[in-house]
């Protein structure tokens, strides 16, 4: 599982401004890990955001930090998986902006945006998205097709969206709101799927 480090792990307190650790981090992301292998992916040099992860008691739980990672749209998350080894059809995408946090070389790792609008999720709404995928398939792609069959469509969400276009959306509750969506861009082959809690 890929984290986004600064607004998704590290988000910014809306009262005072102030960075903080995501909330439940410390119940929950020894939980996720017994299930996915944690790494940070980042814009920030990779020493800085160690020390920063650490700062803040969240190092700890992660495999491995992928700094310096600047691309005009999202992240190398299909090159990062080929140095681990692993799959892109059961590995997820943490982050809070759908351009800059979505697969750049890949259209097989789904994306969850988290902390959007203002408000901060507590890291147990992420556990429990991944227990919502892995009940519909070990294959996180075909998860999310499974999961928009019961859904709601949601035509309002449809359109330009960060430099690209939302080409399908849904609304779906499993005890929480969430949205399934589709994403294009010019600068990427394929489809990137999204799923906003």
Not at 1 to 17: N, S
Not at 56 to 84: A, T
Not at 93 to 106: E, H, K, M, S, Y
């Amino acid at each position: 599982m890929f984290w986004d480090m600064a607004g998704t792990l590290i988000p910014y307190d809306p009262m005072t401004g102030r960075p903080l650790p995501l909330p439940g981090c410390q119940d929950f992301l020894p939980e996720i890990a017994r299930s996915f292998r944690l790494v940070v992916t980042t814009g920030d040099g990779t020493a800085s955001a160690r020390s920063y992860l650490s700062g803040f008691e969240i190092l700890q739980y992660m495999e491995q930090v992928f700094g310096d990672l600047g691309h005009p749209v999202g992240k190398p998350y299909g090159e990062i998986l080929r140095q681990l080894r692993g799959n892109p059809d059961q590995s997820l995408a943490v982050g809070d902006r759908l351009r800059a946090d979505i697969p750049a070389d890949t259209d097989r790792v789904v994306t969850l945006l988290i902390n959007q609008d203002g408000d901060i999720i507590n890291a147990g709404m992420v556990s429990f998205m991944t227990h919502i995928l892995k009940k519909q398939s070990a294959c996180f792609p075909e998860a999310f097709r499974l999961l928009t069959a019961g859904a709601d469509p949601d035509p309002e969400s449809v359109g330009s969206a960060w430099g690209g276009e939302i080409t399908e959306a849904w609304r779906r509750n499993d005890g929480f709101d969430y949205r399934l969506q589709v994403y294009r861009h010019s600068a990427l082959a394929g489809e990137r799927l999204i799923i906003v809690i």
